[in-house]
């Protein structure tokens, strides 16, 4: 397929990263790349949805991986994924014999392997310098399902309504659903038969990197995983420390052991970010050094320094995320030019994480079950459907109040000029109510 047509595609039908941060797919497009890696890391505790989908569906991911890289002219096309995910490694064995140029590579089994700058060195050798992206070293990354909303949109002309979502921790039955966009985090749990204790956290997200929200939150095209934990469990208790209070203690506590600094994933890839350094440096006030908080700019929040790494429980991903986004916000912006690279630490090697270890470590390992995959149709009585599910700008409506709607039915279009995306209706139904930031979509009765 010729670039254009798929880059129009991929905008109109909505494929947004599926994997954390919703960049818009079309705008990875680039004839730079000669390396495509489809990456099935999945390594955040607990999560198990792509390498079953990739079991499941390896014939059209794997269909659509080669496709894009044919797109882009790319060389090759890789599979990265963890020797322990059989099931799915067989299924792409077997995929693969029809795509002469996808191949697979193997992952260590730690925590980030994900991370694309780790994901990129793991896969290719290629050392992406600090502040930069993987395209500048000739290579792009796409997730699992990513790549299968992909060969849906081009196979099937369909938009991205539904994301398939892990729900985990204490409900009664953990299982990996197909959920259409804007049903609530309460009803996703009620499908699995509800929580098994009173008054629950709900985790959205990985345990390493996602965040506390609520019953009323809404599914997103970025939702990973819904995770019910007690509200005195060590994750919740880490994840609610306010900003103020992480200072507070980090002046009292920090005895600047470098365990923060020793276990960073990004500063054993030779990237310039010393959580050690920051937490010094605001710990007693010593701003004269600007240096360990302007390289808060090179930190990955895989959040490894506060939730594995630190043994007085302070919290430097919080306070660094904090730090940085006060910095942006002043107009700060890094400078990648001057972004000093030290080479890949020698000692690397004896210091990746596994994540066998790190769930122990999480107190998750009762959770650690299985939660197998189901595309069953959900059926909802109302969505609340965000029009900012992506990086960029925020989808535009072009249906009103009142208006009809069917399923994958186009009610928001991209932005002229903009990064941006379309958005589908999950669902028939009736727009209730829209405004600048959602669209309520209410099943008309028959």
Known sequence: MQLENLTKILQENGIVGAGGAGFPAYAKLNKQADTIILNCAECEPLFKVHRQMLKQYAFEIVSALSMVADSVEAERAIVAIKPSYKGATEAVKAAMEAFPKVSIAF????????????LTYEVTGRVIQPGNIPITVGVTVFNVETMLNIYRAVQENAGVTHKYVMVAGEVANPKVLRIPLGMTHGEVIELCGGATIKDPAYLIGGPMTGKIGSPSGMITKTTNAVILLPQDHYIVQRKTVKANIGMKRAMSACCSCRMCTDLCSRNLMGHPINPQAFMHGISNNQVFDEKPFLDTFYCSQCGLCEMYSCMQGLSPATLIGEYRTGLRAKGVLPDKDAAEFSGISDKREYRKVPVSRLVRRLGLSKYNVAAPISDKEIPAKRLTVSLQQNIGAPSVPVVKKGDKVTAG????????????????????????ELNDKVIIIEKTRK
């Open 107 to 118: 992952l260590p089994e730690i925590y980030p392997a994900g991370d694309e700058v780790i």
């Open 409 to 432: 039915m186009l009610i928001a279009k991209a932005p002229e000029g903009k990064l941006g995306v379309g958005l589908h209706a999950p669902m028939d139904g009736k727009v209730a």
